[in-house]
């Protein structure tokens, strides 16, 4: 029997401009996302407009499918996906 990783990578390109619709997405399909990180460069000067989000997805392929179909319609974000197959013994 074989399971799949998904890890999903966006990197937001305007944290200010496409942050709440990117926000919405994820909290449509928060009950694929197993985990959640994310991050943007600080210091005491300013505060970065470019992020990084990694996730780590569960449920179905067509959940994951349709959820990145989704990040893909906006404009300004860059989603690249990593898929791990296991055997599982």
């Given amino acids: 029997m074989e399971t799949e990783i ?8 305007d944290r200010i401009k ?24 600080l210091n005491d000067m300013k505060c970065s407009r470019t992020g990084l989000i990694i996730l780590e997805l569960k ?12 990040l893909n319609q906006i404009g300004g974000i860059i ?5 791990f197959k296991n055997k599982k013994q």
């Fill in 59 to 70: 449920g179905s392929d067509a959940d994951s499918h349709n959820f990145i179909e989704k």
């Fill in 18 to 41: 496409e942050a709440g619709r990117l926000q919405n997405i994820l909290s449509d399909y928060s009950q694929i996302i197993n985990t959640r990180f994310g991050y943007h460069e």
């Fill in 6 to 13: 998904n890890i999903v990578t966006i990197k937001v390109l």
């Fill in 79 to 83: 989603v690249k996906v990593m898929c």
